[in-house]
Structure formats: structure tokens, C-alpha cells
């Protein structure tokens, strides 16, 4: 029998990170072959492409080149284009993965044409349904036919809004696999830590590592101005390091932010994802509105300070790993750095057992072949 045919439809950075082992795998199964397309959702190189490069993963066979304008554009430009492709390769299953506008969009376009679509980190909630992403996940839900949990809270999620019981598979994190696979590849000294130590006297061990690019905290002035000014005085005591997205970037230059920041905190363009582990793993705290940073600091055991209201990620804020705070004023962000230095959280292990890819692929084989 001929493998049957995965679609896999990403276009942002995690997406990147998260396929880039399970598309290793389904190039290894003879029973499954996967197909590549990029929405171009995100297009720098240092958004994209390195992410490929790094993680070995061949270049995807379409690249829509669709970024920009608003939601329902970049969404309806996407469907339109996915559609094309689907409708080319006919495939058995497409799979997606997160909250963006490329899952979303990836997931409708497989459902109209009646195809099977397979969700990597489904069932994730923050009951913010003004947050983009979370539009994205439960609509994605609702229509996928295998809902790839990450969690088990994830599951009870998906059973309380009433999805079919043998649609939710608890496989675990794919990030997990990749912080196991790639985490114990950096040291303290060398690359991108190492020059920071040289250039900027960045000892590991002694830094906040801050990522910021939400649009709840880039598109709301008073939110971003907090967060600016937090780090600027905590940068006064603990060296800040900040690879700005673009998004943010291009605000805080918009509203003359940045050089005020830039004389603070040590900025950087968006790091390769090595990089990034390094700067992760030697952190004495990070802080973050991401979502999978919020699980790397967690897998890297650092204290994490979530710069939103709420987190879909509740298992770390229960066991004291992460705290939340709300970039309402700069003191309370201040506050909460401070307080999470060196502080650490109950001994759990929510996220599986490393073997998310193989679960998922081995489900995906089994149901189609
Ligand atoms: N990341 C990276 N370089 C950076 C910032 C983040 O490689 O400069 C990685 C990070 O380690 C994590 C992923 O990007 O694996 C998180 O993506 P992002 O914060 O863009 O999105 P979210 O997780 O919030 O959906």
C-alpha cells in the first residue's frame, strides 16, 4: 500500500520548533508521508528560515508568502490558499499545530474539503476569548479529528465541551521531545551567552531573559509602557536581555521606545532556537508573554514571571514554577522578578514522557492505514 498523505500546515515560529520533530518522524515511517506548507505567516529569515535550517528540517514544498494585514484578511488569504493546495495533493489527513491564524486557517480549509484534520496541542484554554489565539484553538478544536493533548487538563477541557471521548488522544508536549532532544546540547560559555559575557559582562546564572510580542501587551499602550519601564529598572540590578520580535520592535520604535530601552536592556534581534535555549537554561528569571517560553523555563527549571492576566499553562502557576503578572503598572512586574529569584515549584511532570511525536505519529498510522 502506498503511505498515505500528511499535509502539515505552519507559519509561525513555534510551529517551526514543534513540526520539526514530528516531520522527522513521518519522514522515517513507511507508512506515512508529509507534505509541507508554509503560510509565510512569519517571513524574516530570523523568524523563519533559520528555524529550518537549525532544526533540520527540509524546506516546505509550498510557501504561501501570505503576512500582514488584519485578522480576517490574513486568515481568508490563507484559506484561499490552502484550499489550492489541498485540493492539488488530495492528502488523507492535515495536520496543525497551536493557536495561530495559520491553524486556523489550515484547519477550515481541510474541513470544508472533508479531509481529516489532526490538532498538535489541542484542548489548551485561557478563557480569554479577546486573545486571538484562543479564537483560534477552540474553533480548530471543534472541527479536528484528533485532538493531540499536551496535558491532561487540556483533555478535560476538550470532554467538558462535549468532543468525542476517542478523538482526544493525551500524548504529551512535542516541545517537551524538542527541549529533551536539543536542551542538553548548550553550555554556559560559548555562542550566543558567551558573547554576551564578553560584550556586556552577561554572567550565566545572573540575567533576566525577557521575550514580549502579544498583541494584548504590543497593541495596548499603557500595558507595553509598564512592561518597558519594569525592565528598565530592573535592569538598574539584573542585566535584561530582550530578542525583540519584529511586531514589538517596530511598535516601541512607533511610540519612541526603544532607544530608552536600548540604552537599558541588552536587545537583540529574534535568536535561533539554540540560542535561545542557551539564553533560556542560564537564566536567573525570565520573563514572558509566550506560551512556550512560559514551558521552557519550566523545562529548564528557571523561574518564570507570565507578563499576562491569565496563562493557559495553569499546572505551572499551581506548582509555583511560573506566577503571573499583570503589566498594569511597572512596580508590581518589578515586584514579581524580584520575588521569583531563585524560587522553584513542586516536583511535577505534567508534559508526558518526551514520546509526544512518536504517540502522534503512530496514532495518525494506525487510524489511516
Ligand atoms: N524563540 C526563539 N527565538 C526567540 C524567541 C523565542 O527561538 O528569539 C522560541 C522559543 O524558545 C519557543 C518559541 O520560540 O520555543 C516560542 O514562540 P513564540 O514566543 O513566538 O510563540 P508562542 O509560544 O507564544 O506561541
Redesign the pocket.
Known amino acids: 500500500m502506498p503511505p498515505k498523505k500528511i499535509v502539515t500546515i505552519i507559519g509561525?515560529?513555534?510551529q517551526f520548533?514543534k513540526a520539526s520533530v514530528v516531520s522527522a518522524a513521518l519522514a522515517a515511517s513507511d507508512r506515512l508521508t508529509e507534505i509541507v506548507v508554509h503560510t509565510g505567516q512569519h517571513f524574516d529569515a530570523n523568524m523563519s528560515d533559520v528555524f529550518f535550517a537549525e532544526l533540520g528540517m527540509a524546506p516546505p514544498a509550498y510557501h504561501c508568502d501570505i503576512h500582514g494585514g488584519g485578522h480576517g484578511e490574513m486568515t481568508g488569504r490563507m484559506l484561499t490558499a490552502i484550499e489550492q493546495v489541498l485540493s492539488t495533493e488530495k492528502p488523507d489527513a492535515v495536520m496543525v499545530y497551536?493557536?495561530t491564524n495559520s491553524t486556523l486557517a489550515g484547519a477550515l480549509a481541510a474541513i470544508k474539503l472533508h479531509v481529516p484534520v489532526a490538532h498538535v496541542e489541542a484542548g489548551m484554554r485561557s478563557f480569554n476569548m479577546a486573545s486571538p489565539e484562543e479564537i483560534n484553538r477552540i474553533l480548530t478544536d471543534r472541527v479536528a479529528r484528533w485532538l493531540f493533548t499536551p496535558n491532561e487538563g487540556a483533555g478535560a477541557h476538550l470532554r467538558r465541551e462535549g468532543m468525542a471521548p476517542d478523538h482526544i488522544h493525551m500524548v504529551g508536549d512535542v516541545?517537551f521531545d524538542v527541549a529533551l532532544h536539543h536542551g542538553a546540547r548548550v553550555g554556559p560559555h560559548d555562542g550566543t551567552l558567551g558573547k554576551l559575557t564578553r560584550e556586556h559582562g552577561v554572567q550565566p546564572g545572573a540575567y533576566c531573559l525577557a521575550?514580549i510580542?502579544?498583541a494584548e501587551n504590543t497593541d495596548n499602550p499603557a500595558r507595553l509602557g509598564a512592561i518597558v519601564e519594569a525592565l528598565i529598572h530592573v535592569a538598574k540590578d539584573l542585566p535584561v536581555v530582550l530578542?525583540l520580535?519584529p511586531r514589538t520592535r517596530g511598535v516601541l520604535a512607533q511610540q519612541g521606545k526603544l532607544q530608552a530601552l536600548a540604552q537599558a536592556v541588552v536587545l537583540l534581534e529574534?535568536?535561533?532556537?539554540l540560542a535561545?535555549?542557551q539564553l533560556?537554561k542560564h537564566a536567573a528569571v525570565i520573563a514572558t508573554d509566550?506560551?512556550?517560553?512560559q514551558k521552557?523555563a519550566f523545562f529548564y527549571r528557571v523561574p518564570c514571571v507570565t507578563l499576562r492576566d491569565e496563562t493557559e499553562w495553569t499546572e505551572l502557576v499551581d506548582a509555583g514554577w511560573n506566577r503571573l503578572a499583570p503589566p498594569v503598572d511597572a512596580a508590581s512586574v518589578r515586584k514579581s522578578l524580584f520575588d521569583s529569584l531563585g524560587s522553584t515549584g513542586a516536583a511535577i511532570a505534567p508534559y508526558g514522557d518526551g514520546d509526544a511525536t512518536s504517540r502522534i505519529v503512530q496514532q495518525l498510522s494506525s487510524d489511516l492505514n
Open positions: 509561525a515560529r513555534p520548533i497551536g493557536d516541545m521575550t510580542h502579544r530578542p520580535h529574534p535568536l535561533a532556537y535561545m535555549v533560556e509566550s506560551g512556550g517560553v521552557e
